[in-house]
């Protein structure tokens, strides 16, 4: 019976188990799918991520090269360029002998051509790899770039008193020497760098190996630990330092006599006659001249080889046997011919970009690739150009060469030593760790050093582990530590 209550209410139907499981099992296939496409979202960014960093890589890889073919490039023709001036040299003298005025004033003019030519060159050299690196890719570096307008400053401000002599004279000056070098690397810096230069040999880069705080491969020992320096090179010092008051007082530093640029310099000298070039003998002096009559076409007397002025010629050090210079374990596999067993000139670049991740939470990838590359030629015979250690013009080609068999140190270039050694060090050896300035990474590992453990530690390493230890082979390179592998 039916109370007045319930009159006209509708119960709902009962609710079957069948569509309860339907909507449970359609809601875990929802949250199984979302599932499935965040997996898919993040392969699919992860996956860009991986293409993007093998494409700058890529592009970072072509953009090191061209910068160091197209620098070298120009090493070889202004080394071709040097040689044919110093042809003209010949024939200008005998024609002088020949007149019979003793006027050389057509000498000092070629000789002038030649010392600004040592600066030119290489610069376009550094102008045109930064061409064929943005060409291939690459952005302005901003590190690079201010590094680069800094030192144009120094030079600027700084060279005129450090250097008296400058590499030419300007009629009449100003402008001089040092503001026509400022004024092109202003130039180069304003455009952008996008390849800094990894050996580049700038005048105020001094080092001294046999005193520890004028030595980069010290400071590069400290900051890798690297014991095995230590073992092979200042053992003594590493087992009885006791404090900054045990510094042998510091050398007077020679600065080189500015000749060569600093970036990609061609590394030759001056000499005053032919017979005195270095490691030239009297026979070497008559083969010279026998080959400069072959070049110029015009016989030349023995006279020509006598008379001073300015020759410009390869300086020996830099000029040695290039398979000395390899290092001993350096996987090379193959013979270099004699007329290309040289080491001279190179050029070596630096190329540092950075590729951005889209995954969320992912860092940057910080992407560095060094190249190097080299002049070669040869001269009749065939022999190597720098056979009677004149210049002369031979160079034909250029090819890329291993970073490890370039002349780039391990540590490529070092942005603030040269504070460090005039600034830095003096003060440091007169009143200790509290002189040193914070920020400066070679002040870092003097710090580092003065710390007793740190010492000890290294003898305790030597004292067990340094029977491991291998001398690195090779030349080591003109910025100090261990050669690197590329």
Not at 338 to 346: E, F, R, V
Not at 389 to 404: K, Q
Request: proline residues 7%; contains cysteine; glycine residues 8%.
């Amino acid at each position: 019976m039916k109370t007045p209550l319930s009159r006209g209410r509708i119960d709902p139907p009962p609710r079957r188990s069948g569509a309860v499981r339907r909507t449970r099992r359609s809601g875990q296939t929802m949250i199984f799918l979302l599932m499935i496409v965040i997996a898919l979202v993040f392969v699919v960014l992860w996956n860009f991520d991986l293409h993007k960093i093998l494409s700058v890589k890529l592009h970072s890889q072509n953009a090191g090269d061209a910068a160091a073919l197209a620098a070298a490039r120009w090493q070889g023709a202004t080394l071709n360029l040097i040689g044919h001036l110093n042809i003209l040299q010949a024939v200008a003298i005998m024609d002088t002998l020949l007149r019979g005025d003793g006027d050389f004033s057509e000498t000092r003019l070629i000789a002038d051509l030649q010392a600004r030519l040592c600066y030119v060159g290489p610069l376009i050299g550094f102008s045109a790899a930064q061409q064929a690196a943005k060409q291939n890719g690459m952005f302005v570096n901003a590190a690079f770039t201010s590094r680069l307008s800094s030192h144009a400053l120094s030079v600027a401000r700084e060279y005129p008193v450090r250097f008296r002599i400058p590499p030419w004279e300007n009629v009449p000056s100003p402008p001089t020497a040092w503001d026509d070098y400022a004024e092109m690397l202003f130039a180069i810096a304003a455009n952008g760098v996008a390849a800094d230069v990894e050996n580049a040999r700038r005048y105020v880069d001094y080092a001294n190996r046999n005193h520890l705080l004028l030595n980069p491969s010290f400071y590069d020992a400290i900051a890798s630990r690297d014991w095995c320096w230590f073992f092979f090179n200042a053992l003594d010092t590493l087992q009885s330092y006791r404090s900054w008051r045990d510094w042998p007082p510091l050398p007077v530093i020679t600065m080189p006599e500015p000749m060569n640029s600093e970036y990609f310099g061609l590394h030759l000298i001056k000499a005053r006659t032919l017979e005195t070039i270095p490691g030239l003998s009297r026979s070497g002096a008559r083969s010279l001249l026998a080959e400069l009559e072959r070049l110029s076409g015009r016989t030349l007397s023995q006279e020509v080889a006598r008379v001073e002025t300015e020759w410009f010629a390869y300086r020996p050090s830099d000029w040695g046997r290039w398979t000395d210079y390899i290092p001993r374990d350096f996987p090379f596999d193959g013979r270099v011919k004699a007329q290309y067993d040289y080491l001279g000139a190179d050029a070596a670049v630096r190329i540092e970009t950075r590729s951005t991740r889209l995954t969320p939470r992912s860092h940057s990838d910080d992407i560095t690739w060094t190249a190097a590359a080299k002049p070669f030629g040869y001269l009749e015979g065939p022999t190597p150009p720098h056979r009677w250690g004149l210049v002369l013009p031979a160079y034909r080609e250029v090819r890329l060469i291993p970073v490890d068999t370039s002349t780039a140190g391990a540590s490529g270039s070092r942005p603030g030593w040269a504070e460090h050694i005039y600034d830095h060090l003096p003060l440091y050896v007169e009143r200790g760790l509290n002189a040193l300035t914070p920020g400066c990474y070679y002040c870092a590992q003097l710090r580092t050093w003065e710390n007793h453990d740190f010492r000890r530690e290294g003898i305790e390493w030597i004292e067990q582990f340094s029977t491991g230890c291998r001398r690195p082979g090779g030349g080591g390179g003109p910025g100090g530590g261990t050669r690197r592998g590329h």
